[in-house]
């Protein structure tokens, strides 16, 4: 057992570093195997190992650093921490926050949280057209509308177009109230909610009313060419190979296209190969053309989403080890 050891903490940030009932400090205590407790004005770590009393200060320096900036620490900012000293990576933590990727309409910053989701940033500044594959929670459609706004207040294009394939998942279209507007409309929704966060329900629809945001079914994309806008095409992995061609060539001039999707939640018939999937294999290593694979350690929603994704994931590499057996005995 290691000796016992200090550190001196800020009193300003204490509250923020605890979070709620001690939530932070007992799950960092857990992952890291140690005892944590605050003793004349500093936080004192003992148990385990020499190595896990000296990760559990470094993290804990870390994570007093962020408090004192004013930076929420909550559970999942704790178990990437954790996650981060683990590959010796621990010094990113802090530029993670250094970088404002956009504002809010009501003036919250809104930064990377992981480092996947920082690369992911940078291929968006540096690239044309962006590929982002990785499973749901992981910020791919929020950062890219966020970047989006963010070269629209620039001027560094002039619309912004968002698009989705109206693919059915379980529910047949047919059987929803309304005329088409009001069937794809759900289909929609996430695109309106990310918008709405960063400007404001009132602005947003005034600005659609005008045709400087776009929002539509990726039905409506044939036949167009599309200049000097920032393009998203969200939920990617519900294309058929035809509509991705399709979308991808409506690119215009001054134009910059992200195209995001979660392979793992494919809608289309069996038998279809999805046209994210053939992009992905098609464009891999084309100029200008990024393509970036978040994982679940990139997940930033709660973090039983983390343990579901993982949870399949494992699943899937079971199933398919099952599968290759089967492949062989025949």
Known sequence: MADEQSLASASGALQSLFGTGDENIRLLEHLMDVKIALRGGELVVEGGTEKSVDDTQKILRSLIKLAGRGERVDTAVVRYAA?????????????????????????????????????????????????????????????????????????????????RPAVEAGEKLGFLPGDLTQKVDPYLRPLYDALFDMMGAETCQRMQERGIIEIAPLAYMRGRTLSDAFIILDEAQNTTQEQMKMFLTRMGFRSRIVVTGDTSQIDLPRGRK????????????VQDIAIMHLGHQDVVRHELVQRIVCAYDAYAAKEEEYSGRDDKRI
């Not at 970047?147 to 002039?158: F, G, N, P, R």
């Not at 999805?274 to 290593?285: C, H, K, P, T």
């Open 83 to 163: 996650a981060l000293c683990e590959k010796d990576e621990l010094d990113e933590l802090d530029g993670l926050y250094s970088e404002v990727v956009a504002t809010t309409y009501r003036g919250k910053p809104i930064r990377c949280k992981t480092l996947g989701q920082k690369e992911y940033v940078k291929a968006m500044k540096r690239n044309t057209l962006t590929f982002a594959v990785g499973p749901a929670g992981t910020g791919k459609t929020y950062l890219a509308i966020a970047m989006a706004v963010s070269a629209l207040k620039k001027k560094d294009v002039e619309r912004i177009v968002l698009t």
């Open 274 to 285: 999805s046209g994210l999937i053939e992009a992905v294999e098609v464009l891999s290593g």
